[in-house]
């Protein structure tokens, strides 16, 4: 089965051409970061504008690279929520248009479902049940995957997602947007136990996460250097903020496990591309005998392959989407 996927939720215009979900043929993704650095962040108008501009000549280079030609398609699959609807319309648009003009069944996919599923591209045996922890830009959540399509939430952030707190940890220390990647090479300099910042447990939900206390203790830390004239040392700041956010998330994880019994763990979303937590996460796997899988980098951010990959095992499921597909902004996992 050959699946074109497309990708537009935020400021990736992606596209991909996977087989049988997990061989990925092509995996193109045309990133707007240099254009949105001028903001500080993602702009939703600019960004939809250049989806219109890219979205053809990605869908076009990821066809080519593969060597398939519509006509050899199955099926297109596409992200058609959450995110930003602006965005998200011009990849629906897109892959409806394709799906009636070469009759193609029409998948639409979760886009964290496609998170999660960038784990099957380069792990071949991994196969459902197993938990996965999501941290991306704009999701912090636990999820048992039980079943391929199926999920269960155990837990998730009640405000800031990770890669958000990474985003205005490093807006905040001048490092600039986006700031995980920045945070990741600058805390390899610090000291990550320099400042103590506080470790956001939720009372009563153990498997749930809060990092806007860890986020304004760090603009206050900052703060209260300035005033008391103290050099600020952006490493440390990053290496221990880094730190607080790493070592919460491998404690939840691994609690999670082991309060349901599973020991196959996956990590996902833009953050599992941070290398402290990498490391964390296969210490604390190993120390309790757990299997531990994280995609490659590429494969961790926005990209079109995850979405092939999603697409397939919904696919295969039966799931077929209408013409009348729309783009559904703060859509629920495991809704279709
Ligand atoms: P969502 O998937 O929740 O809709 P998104 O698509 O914007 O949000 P992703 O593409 O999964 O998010 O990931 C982007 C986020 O990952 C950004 O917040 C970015 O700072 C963060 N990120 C990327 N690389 C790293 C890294 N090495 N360390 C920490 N954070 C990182
Ligand atoms: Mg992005
Ligand atoms: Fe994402």
């Given at each position: 089965?050959?699946?074109?996927a497309i990708e537009t939720s935020c400021?990736e215009t992606a596209a991909a051409?996977v087989?049988?979900?997990?061989?990925v043929?092509s995996n193109v993704i045309s990133s707007?970061?240099?254009?949105?650095?001028?903001?500080?962040?993602?702009?939703?108008?600019?960004?939809?504008?250049?989806?219109?501009?890219?979205?053809?000549?990605v869908?076009?280079?990821a066809?080519?690279?593969?060597?398939?030609?519509?006509?050899?398609?199955?099926?297109?699959?596409?992200t058609?929520?959450?995110?930003?609807?602006?965005?998200?319309?011009?990849?629906?648009?897109?892959?409806?248009?394709?799906?009636?003009?070469?009759?193609?069944?029409?998948?639409?996919?979760?886009h964290?479902?496609g998170h999660?599923c960038a784990?099957?591209i380069?792990?071949?045996?991994?196969?459902?049940?197993?938990?996965?922890?999501?941290?991306s830009?704009?999701?912090?959540?636990?999820?048992?995957?039980?079943?391929?399509?199926?999920?269960?939430?155990?837990?998730?952030?009640?405000?800031?997602?990770?890669?958000?707190?990474?985003?205005?940890?490093?807006?905040?220390?001048?490092?600039?947007?986006?700031?995980?990647?920045?945070?990741?090479?600058?805390?390899?300099?610090?000291?990550?136990?320099?400042?103590?910042?506080?470790?956001?447990?939720?009372?009563?939900?153990?498997?749930?996460?809060?990092?806007?206390?860890?986020?304004?203790?760090?603009?206050?830390?900052?703060?209260?250097?300035?005033?008391?004239?103290?050099?600020?040392?952006?490493?440390?700041?990053?290496?221990?903020?880094?730190?607080?956010?790493?070592?919460?998330?491998?404690?939840?994880?691994?609690?999670?496990?082991?309060?349901?019994?599973?020991?196959?763990?996956?990590?996902a979303g833009g953050?599992?591309s941070?290398?402290?937590?990498?490391?964390?996460?296969?210490?604390?796997?190993?120390?309790?005998?757990?299997?531990?899988?994280?995609p490659s980098p590429i494969l961790c951010t926005d990209n079109g392959a995850m979405i092939g990959a999603a697409?397939?095992?919904?696919?295969?499921?039966?799931?077929?989407?209408?013409?009348?597909?729309?783009?559904?902004?703060?859509?629920?996992?495991?809704?279709?």
């Amino acid at each position: 089965i050959l699946i074109l996927a497309i990708e537009t939720s935020c400021d990736e215009t992606a596209a991909a051409v996977v087989k049988n979900g997990r061989e990925v043929l092509s995996n193109v993704i045309s990133s707007q970061i240099e254009l949105h650095k001028l903001y500080g962040g993602v702009v939703p108008e600019i960004a939809s504008r250049k989806h219109i501009e890219k979205i053809n000549p990605v869908i076009e280079e990821a066809l080519s690279t593969a060597g398939v030609t519509l006509d050899d398609l199955d099926a297109v699959g596409v992200t058609y929520g959450p995110g930003l609807v602006g965005a998200l319309l011009v990849g629906v648009a897109e892959a409806k248009a394709i799906s009636y003009a070469k009759h193609l069944p029409l998948v639409g996919v979760h886009h964290i479902e496609g998170h999660i599923c960038a784990n099957y591209i380069e792990n071949k045996t991994l196969e459902p049940p197993f938990l996965c922890m999501v941290v991306s830009g704009g999701h912090t959540h636990l999820v048992m995957v039980k079943d391929y399509g199926k999920y269960e939430i155990l837990g998730r952030t009640r405000d800031d997602a990770a890669g958000e707190a990474f985003d205005k940890v490093a807006r905040a220390i001048g490092l600039g947007y986006p700031g995980g990647p920045k945070i990741d090479r600058l805390a390899k300099e610090g000291n990550p136990k320099a400042i103590s910042f506080p470790k956001a447990h939720v009372d009563g939900a153990p498997l749930d996460f809060s990092f806007s206390g860890l986020k304004s203790s760090v603009l206050n830390y900052i703060n209260s250097c300035k005033m008391k004239g103290e050099p600020i040392v952006e490493s440390d700041i990053a290496a221990s903020f880094q730190e607080a956010v790493v070592s919460v998330i491998a404690e939840k994880t691994m609690l999670a496990a082991q309060m349901y019994g599973i020991d196959k763990i996956c990590l996902a979303g833009g953050v599992a591309s941070n290398s402290a937590l990498r490391s964390r996460m296969r210490e604390c796997a190993d120390a309790n005998g757990f299997l531990l899988f994280y995609p490659s980098p590429i494969l961790c951010t926005d990209n079109g392959a995850m979405i092939g990959a999603a697409a397939y095992y919904e696919y295969m499921a039966g799931t077929r989407h209408g013409l009348d597909l729309n783009a559904v902004p703060n859509l629920k996992i495991g809704q279709r």
